[in-house]
């Protein structure tokens, strides 16, 4: 089977997109793995994806000063290219949207939020803000899947590749929109909430301070998220809140602190590996999803985890 794994705009491999190509590589079974990138390819970009065993990497010559439109015809010349049948993307709004148009274009199925994809294409996802698991299975020749962050572990090649570099063209597509300005995202020395293998987020009980919370993600190489309520107080930006209407994490360990676990926010969580929750109200919803549960006061718990780590690393 010949797969293509659309990987957007990105120039440097990261660990989720890493993790979409060791299963392209798993399910191609002798077929060849394309790389769609939506910006020309640099060296180190083609190296990198070598190294998970892909054998073309599919590029447009100079990046597109539109959106939208663009980047859905260069999916179609990509898909045609590459003679794919499955086509893989991280689960990201700009993938998904790209997968949705083409599909309908092509009268192709389209499956997003993948959990996991076995060799007959069954795919497994949570659906209804997290309260069923379901399989489906595509009928038609052309499938496009969107996989979510952490579902598997990424695994380099036996021996990497040397993936030829083709370029694409675009044609036929009017602009949808035009970009006027940009501003870069502030930088930040945690990992991406969404890629993140640690996530520990905060919730009312903190009463407005995340100190606690951004000293213990930290000591645990993680990222920080948050609950509606603290966002909505204004405590943390809006972008760090997990849930129905936030963001959905799947990290190896959730650390869960003065959160009460209503149904919106697990949604957002609830695939996530390992479960600790911290909390005062030993009734609190929280724990019946927690692996760990630690009943007590914030304030009192979290400074010991933290020296405890840093002792533990000294
Ligand atoms: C349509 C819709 C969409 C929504 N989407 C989301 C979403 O995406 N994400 C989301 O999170 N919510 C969402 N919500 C809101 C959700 O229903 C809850 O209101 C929200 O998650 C509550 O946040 P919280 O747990 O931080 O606050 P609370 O429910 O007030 O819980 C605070 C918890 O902190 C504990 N606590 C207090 N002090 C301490 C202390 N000192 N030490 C330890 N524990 C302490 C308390 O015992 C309590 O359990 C949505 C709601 C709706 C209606």
């Given at each position: 089977m010949n797969i293509l794994v659309d990987l957007g705009s990105s120039a440097e491999l990261t660990s989720s997109e890493s993790e979409i190509l060791t299963l392209a590589?798993?399910?191609?079974?002798?077929?060849?793995?394309?790389?769609?990138t939506h910006v020309p390819a640099e060296d180190g970009?083609?190296?990198?994806?070598?190294?998970?065993?892909?054998?073309?990497?599919?590029?447009?010559?100079?990046?597109?000063?539109?959106?939208?439109?663009?980047?859905?015809?260069?999916l179609e010349a990509a898909v045609d290219a590459a003679s794919a049948t499955l086509v893989?993307?991280?689960?990201?709004?700009?993938?998904?949207e790209w997968f949705g148009r083409l599909s309908v274009r092509r009268g192709a199925a389209v499956i997003t939020d993948?959990?996991?994809?076995?060799?007959?294409?069954?795919?497994?996802?949570?659906?209804?803000?997290?309260?069923?698991?379901?399989?489906?299975?595509?009928?038609?020749?052309?499938?496009?899947?969107?996989?979510?962050?952490?579902?598997?572990?990424?695994?380099?090649?036996e021996s990497a590749s040397t993936p030829q570099v083709q370029a694409l063209e675009a044609s036929g597509s009017?602009?949808?929109?035009?970009?006027?300005?940009?501003?870069?995202?502030?930088v930040s020395n945690r990992p991406g909430l969404t890629e993140a293998r640690v996530v520990v987020a905060g919730g009312r009980g903190l009463d407005g301070d995340f100190s606690l919370v951004e000293q213990l993600a930290d000591e645990l190489g993680g990222?920080?998220?948050?609950?509606?309520?603290a966002t909505d107080a204004g405590w943390i930006d809006h972008s760090a809140q997990v849930g129905q209407t936030g963001v959905t994490v799947s990290p190896q360990l959730y650390v869960s602190v003065g959160i009460s676990g209503a149904i919106q926010q697990r949604a957002g969580m609830q695939t996530s590996k390992v479960i600790v929750a911290v909390n005062k109200d030993e009734d609190a919803q929280v724990f019946e999803i927690a692996d760990f549960g630690v009943v007590g006061d914030l304030n009192t718990v979290l400074p010991q985890a933290i020296e405890e780590l840093k002792r533990r690393k000294a």
């Open positions: 590589r798993q399910l191609a079974d002798g077929g060849v793995v394309s790389v769609l970009f083609v190296s990198a994806v070598g190294e998970y065993g892909v054998g073309r990497v599919l590029a447009p010559e100079k990046a597109a000063e539109d959106l939208s439109a663009t980047d859905t015809a260069l893989l993307g991280p689960s990201t709004a700009d993938v998904t993948a959990v996991a994809l076995a060799e007959d294409q069954t795919v497994t996802k949570s659906v209804l803000a997290g309260s069923y698991t379901t399989t489906v299975r595509p009928q038609t020749d052309l499938v496009f899947i969107t996989v979510k962050p952490n579902s598997l572990d990424a695994e380099k090649a009017r602009p949808a929109a035009r970009i006027t300005g940009s501003s870069p995202k502030p990222a920080v998220g948050a609950s509606r309520a």
